[in-house]
């Protein structure tokens, strides 16, 4: 599957890896709608910071159509309040 971080680039990513990952997205969905926003700016970057490290980047040259597109870093609460759908960012 390949990830899109808005603002970095592309990672291929094992579907293995979706569990540990929705474990995340599932924490951040709460966090948002709680309203939680340390809570949301900590699970945001962790959750960034997974798909870096399971994924391999792509060349910058090297564009493929992303089937996840994730928020940038510096995101704000209501800017990924938008993004999500019932299930989060990342379907089940």
């Known amino acids: 599957m390949i990830v899109r971080i808005m603002g970095e680039g592309q990672v291929r990513l094992d579907d293995s890896h979706f569990a540990e990952l929705n474990k995340l ?25 997974a798909v870096r490290r399971l994924g391999t980047p792509l060349a910058d040259d090297e564009l493929e159509p992303s089937d996840l597109i994730l ?22």
């Open 71 to 92: 928020p940038a870093p510096d995101a704000s609460l209501a800017e990924v309040r938008l993004m999500l759908n019932e299930d989060g960012l990342i379907p089940d």
């Open 25 to 49: 997205d599932d924490e951040l969905l709460a966090e948002t709608e709680n309203d939680d926003e340390e809570g949301f700016r900590r699970t945001l970057g962790a959750l960034l910071d």
